[in-house]
């Protein structure tokens, strides 16, 4: 009896915990929006009914995509590299990615705010090499929103990836060169199809921390480049709009969950392993 009831045992702390600090926070929110008096869809279809806000959401869709594709590609060619390094370089690289996570968000947001400023690095350093005749106005811009959003989260993808990758056995590889396959066809078969699971988790972790983010677009993107995080602390903090609030929290949860099971099912299609 007693080894019967022993996993239930041990995972019920965990699964209490989860239950009162995730399912039912999330669930409270989810209920809250399907409360309403005047309807159980009418704060989804205020919300929808409105342009500033239909903006928001796909402008939060459209950022966080670009995110997720360019750290993608930076974080799997910097991992790659790192998991083909001897020990001891390899632990440093390692190191090097790490630490820019040793600092808060806020700190990395406002590095980006003396790099992008009128009177800052970037236009100081081109208007001294005479490529510019007046400064660029670079801040409050999708560009500066997404550039940043790399820089904080390439890191992740990096150690998400490198592990796997170094996980790969070199004699598969090799083995499908010599067969003749080129490299591409060795990438494309062999290197993405094996490295299929820390790429999805590296992804997940990407889209979701852009999705969600409030300090990068609220420093670097303003009032002009509002995103869900953004307009979801206004909801709730400036208006008390708490029903609003609740529903564009739903709306990125629904979005979030799509995300994942899309990911998922590609996982499952490149390598049925992988999922």
């Known amino acids: 009896m007693v080894k019967r009831l022993s996993p239930w045992l041990l995972a019920g702390p965990a699964t209490l ?3 009162i600090f995730l399912i039912f926070p999330v669930g409270s929110t989810l209920f809250a929006t399907l409360t309403d008096a005047k309807g159980w869809l009418a704060p989804y279809m205020a919300f929808f009914n409105s342009s500033l806000r239909r903006t928001v959401l796909m402008r939060t869709i459209e950022i966080s995509l670009i995110t997720t594709v360019i750290s993608v590609v930076l974080g799997f060619i910097a991992a790659y590299v790192v998991a083909h390094m001897p020990g001891r370089l390899k632990s440093i690289m390692i190191i090097a990615a790490v630490f820019p996570l040793l600092t808060g968000v806020v700190v990395r947001s ?6 992008l400023g009128k009177n800052g690095i970037l236009n100081s350093a081109l ?31 990096i150690l998400t990836l490198a592990g ?6 070199r004699d598969v590889v090799e083995a499908a060169s ?4 080129k490299p591409f066809a060795v990438f494309r078969q ?6 299929m699971p820390g790429l999805i988790i590296g992804t997940v972790l990407v889209f979701t921390g852009s999705f969600t983010s409030y300090a990068t677009p609220q420093l670097l993107g303003g009032e002009r480049q509002m995103m869900m995080g953004t307009f979801l602390y206004q909801r709730a903090m400036v208006t008390f709009d708490w ?10 949860v629904v979005v979030t969950i799509a995300i994942v099971v899309l990911m998922t099912r590609l996982a499952r299609r490149m390598n049925p392993m992988a999922a």
């Open 17 to 19: 915990l989860v239950l």
């Open 243 to 252: 029903t609003g609030a609740s529903t564009v929290a739903a709306i990125m």
């Open 190 to 195: 062999v290197i993405l199809p094996l490295a």
């Open 110 to 115: 406002f590095a980006w705010l003396i790099l």
């Open 164 to 169: 796997v990758l170094e996980g790969i056995p």
């Open 127 to 157: 208007l001294s090499l005479g490529l510019i005749a007046e400064p660029f106005s670079m801040l409050y811009t999708k560009g500066a929103v997404i550039a940043a959003m790399v820089y904080l989260f390439v890191p992740l993808m």
């Open 178 to 181: 010599s067969l003749g396959a």
